[in-house]
């Protein structure tokens, strides 16, 4: 059974970067494409993008580029990489499987807060 840990989270000014990590238990990692979500103050839950075995990065077009993932299948960890951060980026960020189905995944880690704020 796999346990997602995500850490990195913090306050940022607007316009900065951060980058977070996850931490994957489990030996199934590897071959499984990895997703970025959040979770904005009052939003349901979205994907941010999702990073695939071979490490292609997708995120969504609305990011315009700003973030992007990584992985490491030696280590198990994904990573997302954010910059030109703005105040609608604040929200609590989750690793998890990318599965069409997303939404019905059973169990989540506790992610990590970012707060972007002047």
């Known amino acids: 059974q796999i346990q997602l840990v995500e850490s990195g989270g913090g306050l940022v000014q607007p316009g900065g970067s951060l980058t977070l990590s996850c931490a994957a238990t489990?030996?199934?990692?590897?071959?499984?494409?990895m997703g970025w979500y959040r979770q904005a103050p009052g939003k349901q839950r979205e994907v941010v993008g999702f990073?695939?075995?071979?490490?292609?990065?997708h995120s969504i077009d609305s990011l315009e580029g700003r973030f992007t993932m990584s992985r490491d299948n030696t280590k198990n960890m994904v990573y997302l990489q954010m910059s030109s951060l703005r105040p609608e980026d604040t929200a609590v960020y989750y690793c998890?499987?990318?599965?069409?189905?997303?939404?019905?995944?059973?169990?989540w880690g506790h992610g990590t807060r970012v707060t972007v704020s002047a």
């Open positions: 998890n499987f990318y599965v069409r189905q997303w939404k019905q995944i059973a169990y």
């Open positions: 489990g030996n199934i990692f590897s071959t499984n494409d």
């Open positions: 990073i695939t075995t071979d490490g292609n990065s």
